[in-house]
Structures are given as C-alpha cells and as structure tokens.
C-alpha cells in the first residue's frame, strides 16, 4: 500500500504547488490523477519516488516512509518505482537498447554502470521487455529515429527494467495523438492487470479516465478535491475539479477533457 499523508510541497519564491493533500493506494489499483495544468499533478507524482523533497507531510510505501529515506534506503526503494515522463526522457543519441539497459542502473554494480557495462541476464532481460512493447526490431536503432509513441515504448522499457511494483506515469500521453494515446495506456493495463503492478497515472482525457482508471483523485490549485470511482465523475463532478467556468474539449471527435475558458 502506498500512503500520502498531509503532502505540501512549497517552492522557493513562495509558489504552494501541494497543499495537506492525503490518500492511499491499495496495491494493483490503477489511479489516475486529474486537474488542470499548474494543480500539482506532476508535483505530487515527484514527491512520490523523491525526485523533488515536499516540504511537509510523509509518503509511505509497503510500511517504509520515502520522505525520510537517505542514500541506499533510498536507492532501493527507487528500485521498486518505474517512472515513465510525458517527454519520454531518453538520451536520444543512444539506441534503444541503451536506453533500455538504463533501468538497471539502480541494479548495477557503481563502477560498471560508469562504464554502462551489464550482465548478459540483463541484455536478455531487455529485449525481452522490448518484445513485450513490441518494438524488438529497434534494438539497434537511435532513439531519435523513433517516432512519439515508439518513444514511450522505450520509456516503458526502460522503466520495466527495474522490475517495479509501482509505476508512476506522468502525463505519458499527452503528446500522442488518440490511437496511439490507447496504445501506451493499454500497455500500461497490462502491466496492471497481469503483473499486479500499481499504476498512478496523471491524465487529462475523459474517456481515457473512465476506459482505464480503476479509482480517480483529483487536483485543483493544489488541494485534494475529488477521490472515487471513474463513474462519479459526473460534468458537475468535473467542474468541481477544473473549475465553474470549465466546457468541454472534443479531440478528434472522441477524446474529450475539460479546460478552464
């Protein structure tokens, strides 16, 4: 289980991007994150795993608090929690493959991951999670030379490398186009259906709300405003998160989200 407790995260310059926002996760749900832009999605995803320190409050994951966890402790603990990052941050003059092996950088013995050098089980071990995203021909490839949606492939990739019980991803689809937007997120219900790996998800599109989300949370201005079940996310439910003078955006005449006018 997966315990935020009274999270706040103020930046310097006085800007307050999480406000006392508290929630629990069970183990195997598929959460998605809502709000607009600038609500603490991203924030809160960062404080997760650590990649930004909250100011106030405690996370808590399977009884170890990530909050208060300093150097192997926390080195290990990072191990279990994939991230996947809506710019697919990877190190585009590098092949897949390279990419890939990244993910076991937390595995890896300090001065062979200097030298990016790895254990023939983990060579294996990525091109088999290439097969599972069904890019195994990219091995070789540069991943500039991918499109947007091969791209986020790699990232999962990467990201299944560190055998994860939690995946945490950050608005993964949004610079997709709606095909291949189902694409990702049907790799990502895999995952947590047939892995029982937790997934927490920030998404902005309705439809990709209701078809894969087991349980929804929603921002605004940094506070926890809705938690529940994809169908009580009614339009007034929605206004409630993205503000009274929200109206509804159709993307491709499916895909639809709410922002602010």
Avoid at 23 to 47: N, P, W, Y
Avoid at 91 to 107: D, H, Q, W
Avoid at 204 to 210: I, P, Q, R, S
Avoid at 222 to 240: A, C, I, N, Q, R
Wanted: contains cysteine; glycine residues 8%; charged residues 25%.
């Amino acid at each position: 289980m997966l315990i935020v407790e009274n999270l706040t995260k103020v930046f310097p310059g006085g800007t307050v991007a999480l406000k006392n926002v508290s929630f629990q996760v069970e183990d195997g749900e598929f959460l998605a994150v809502i709000g607009l832009s600038g609500s603490g999605k991203s924030t809160l995803l960062r404080c997760i795993n650590r990649l930004i320190d909250p100011t106030e409050g405690r996370v808590i994951w399977h009884d170890q608090d990530i909050t208060a966890a300093q150097g192997q402790e926390l080195r290990h603990i990072r191990r279990q929690i994939g991230m996947i990052f809506q710019q697919f941050n990877l190190v585009k003059r590098s092949t897949v493959l390279t990419n890939v092996l990244a993910g076991r950088l937390g595995y890896a013995h300090p001065i062979w991951s200097l030298f990016h050098i790895f254990p023939k089980e983990d060579y294996e071990r990525a091109y088999a999670n290439l097969e599972r995203v069904g890019i195994p021909e990219k091995a070789h490839v540069r991943a500039d030379q991918l499109s947007g949606g091969q791209q986020q492939r790699v990232a999962i990739a990467r990201a299944l490398m560190q055998e994860p019980k939690l995946m945490l991803a950050d608005e993964p689809v949004a610079s997709l186009d709606p095909v291949l937007a189902h694409s990702i997120l049907r790799y990502l219900e895999t995952l947590n259906k047939e892995d029982g790996i937790t997934v927490i998800c920030s998404l902005h599109f309705l439809d990709l709300v209701h078809r894969y989300a087991t349980r929804v949370i929603g921002l605004k201005d940094g506070e926890l405003v809705f938690d529940g079940h994809p169908s009580e996310l009614t339009p007034e439910k929605f206004k409630e998160v993205y503000g009274e003078e929200a109206e509804m955006v159709t993307v491709s005449g499916e895909m639809n989200r709410y922002e602010s006018r």
